[in-house]
């Protein structure tokens, strides 16, 4: 199991991640997809670190999964929880089923998915029942992971200009400290 136990350790996984093509797209790299989804997450939620971060570190964990990407979240999750706290985690891990939620509740939504998160929605269990749907509304938080899960989906620009990670550092150190 992988656990990061300090930013540094973190922040040496994600310039990896810069270097790594993105399972979304060979044309932008895991990094930019993390930078694209903080970015458009701080747009909407400006007030919301916990949520930027979460949506930067939302994917961290795919070089670690197989095929269909099944377990990510989860390996996402288990990973900053220590060091970024319980939200953040939650939100990380609840980027998967926020997807099987909207696919479930918003019948417009299967049209934006790309070819990739269509083929990984199967792997992943399919749309939500009604009983996943009430369960998954139950949550306090689920607004946020539908946020994360949309600007997730529109994190997948080639190009797109962005702040670069030097920007998050400080932001990410920041929620660290609150976890300490």
């Known amino acids: 199991m ?4 300090s930013v540094d350790d973190l922040l040496t996984h994600l310039l990896a991640l810069s270097e790594m093509p993105s399972v979304e797209c060979d044309r932008f790299t895991e990094l930019n997809h993390g930078l694209q989804t903080a970015a458009l997450l701080r747009e909407e939620h400006p007030d919301d670190l916990e949520l930027q971060v979460a949506g930067l570190l939302h994917d961290v964990a795919h070089p670690w999964d197989g095929p269909g990407q099944p377990r990510h979240a989860t390996m996402g999750a288990d990973a900053v929880r220590g060091l970024l706290g319980v939200r953040v985690a939650n939100l990380i891990q609840a980027h998967v089923p926020a997807k099987r939620y909207l ?9 934006l998915l790309s070819d990739d998160s269509v083929m990984t929605l199967a792997a ?3 749309p939500m029942d009604a009983v996943e749907v009430a369960e ?14 949309i600007a ?29």
């Open 124 to 126: 992943q269990g399919g």
């Open 103 to 111: 696919v479930a509740t918003r019948p417009e939504y299967f049209a």
């Open 2 to 5: 992988h656990e990061f136990r």
């Open 152 to 180: 997730d989906d529109g994190a997948k620009v080639v190009g797109a200009k962005v702040t670069g990670l030097e920007f998050w550092v400080p932001i990410i150190q920041s929620v660290a400290a609150i976890h300490a």
């Open 136 to 149: 998954f509304e139950t949550d306090p938080d689920h607004m946020a992971m539908v946020a994360l899960r």
